[in-house]
């Protein structure tokens, strides 16, 4: 049987318990086979009131903190910085370099309003006193810096550019593995 992959987003309610006190206190049932009473973790209950407990790092690389509208905008603010760094880091790939002149526009095009976003949301995150260590991530995401993406902007404006001595006017970007150069120090 072929299998699809399915991403989805759920609200729920949570605390941290270990395995034992869910499955042995709460539910009356054994541990689960391949942990420990005191393995850590999460008591998770859902909108239609099941509950389930969930490995500690299995819960907090799936789930984020979201009570307040502080913490939803750390989330808004870190879920974009990762959807822009992986639009980046494939706008400065091969793969990139080979598309129609259109799709690269409409891609730069997307680059370029995320990176507006993202500092917009800097600035939002910056005046509710929210630091960059509570962006919601268990690990930094590489920042580009509003400079970084503009001249990254300028470099593939320039290399998308008709060739005024080209017939067609359709040339590809230069093989390089970075091409405009983000992340470079």
């Keep these: 049987m072929d299998t699809l ?19 042995c206190e ?4 054994p541990v689960l086979e391949g ?8 008591m998770v209950e859902y909108e239609n009131g099941y509950q389930s407990w969930a490995p500690k790092d299995v819960f907090e690389r799936d789930y984020r903190l979201s009570g307040t509208w502080q913490e939803r905008l750390a989330n808004e603010r870190s879920e974009l910085n990762e959807r822009t ?3 980046a880091v494939f706008v400065a790939g091969e793969t990139f370099a080979a598309m129609p002149e259109s799709t690269k526009e409409e891609l730069f095009a997307q680059l370029e309003i995320q990176s507006t976003l993202l500092a917009v ?4 995150c910056e005046s509710a006193g ?6 919601g991530t268990a690990e930094p995401v590489e920042t580009f810096t509003a400079e970084e993406v503009e001249a990254a902007c300028d470099h593939v404006r320039d290399l998308t550019a008709p ?11 230069p093989s390089h593995p970075n091409p405009i150069g983000i992340g470079n120090a």
């Design 163 to 173: 060739d005024p001595h080209c017939d067609d006017g359709d040339q590809p970007l």
């Design 85 to 87: 760094n992986k639009l």
């Design 5 to 23: 992959t399915y991403s989805g987003t759920k609200t729920v309610q949570a605390c941290p318990m270990s395995c034992g006190a869910f499955y």
């Design 26 to 29: 709460k539910i009356g049932r």
């Design 35 to 42: 942990h420990e009473y005191d393995t850590p973790g999460y």
């Design 121 to 124: 949301l800097d600035i939002r």
């Design 130 to 135: 929210i630091s960059k260590l509570d962006y």
